[in-house]
């Protein structure tokens, strides 16, 4: 991922897989479509309640794709995963590891994301471990994660003008709020719904984000 200053403005859409790929193939297809807008900074692969063994062929088949559009691929939570696939990096919760165990895994070319709901203790925690960018939320009410940790978009204005590390807005983002967390310090925005289950398909849903974002 680029640093913080480089997608200020516009602020990057960071885009989540949904939880269950049924049709692979097909799938790829669309991310392929997607990806091809150049409107998505970075893709993470977010599969769950399924074997390792689908992370890994997702995974493996998901990066050809995310390279040709120049698209950073992160595994959410699996650092030995994305190690063992060689993708570009993780996206680690609260209870998913600490950052220096996944750079080990990883090595330093690799971007480490933290998620850390609400607090800037545990942002600057991971900032000072060696995190990539931060994530925070939720700020709306997310169909992905509906217990999630509420957020006051004060917190990215804070961070903003505190650090230079990037963060990431998370929770319920669609293209008609994106922009108050844009302009509220967000570096990048994560959705996942509000594209895949778009009205008009994933490829317009990346466009109006992309109008809104801009």
């Avoid at 949904?18 to 900074?41: H, N, S, Y």
């Avoid at 997310?142 to 998370?170: H, Q």
Wanted: aromatic share 6%; with cysteine.
């Amino acid at each position: 991922m680029a640093d913080k200053n480089a997608q200020k403005e516009p602020c990057g859409l960071y885009l989540l897989t949904p939880e269950k790929i049924d049709d692979l193939v097909r799938f790829i297809d669309t991310l392929d479509l997607v990806l091809a807008t150049g409107v998505v900074t970075c893709l993470q692969l977010r599969l769950k309640s399924v074997d390792d063994s689908v992370i890994i062929e997702t995974a493996k088949a998901l990066l050809p794709i995310c390279h040709k559009h120049e698209v950073p691929l992160l595994l959410n939570d699996r650092a030995d995963i994305a190690a063992e696939v060689d993708a570009d990096g993780v996206h680690l919760g609260q209870e998913d590891g600490d950052v220096a165990s996944a750079r080990t895994l990883l090595g330093h070319n690799k971007d480490i994301g933290v998620t850390c709901h609400s607090s800037l203790h545990l942002a600057f925690e991971a900032g000072e471990a060696g995190a990539n960018y931060v994530a925070f939320g939720s700020f709306f009410p997310s169909v992905t994660k509906k217990n999630a940790t509420p957020a006051d978009k004060e917190i990215l204005s804070t961070w903003d003008e505190v650090t230079d590390i990037a963060c990431v807005a998370i929770g319920g983002i669609t293209p008609d709020n994106c922009r108050e967390l844009a302009d509220s310090g967000a570096h990048f925005v994560a959705v996942s719904s509000a594209v895949w289950n778009h009205k008009d398909g994933p490829v317009a849903a990346v466009r109006v984000f992309e109008a809104a974002l801009a």
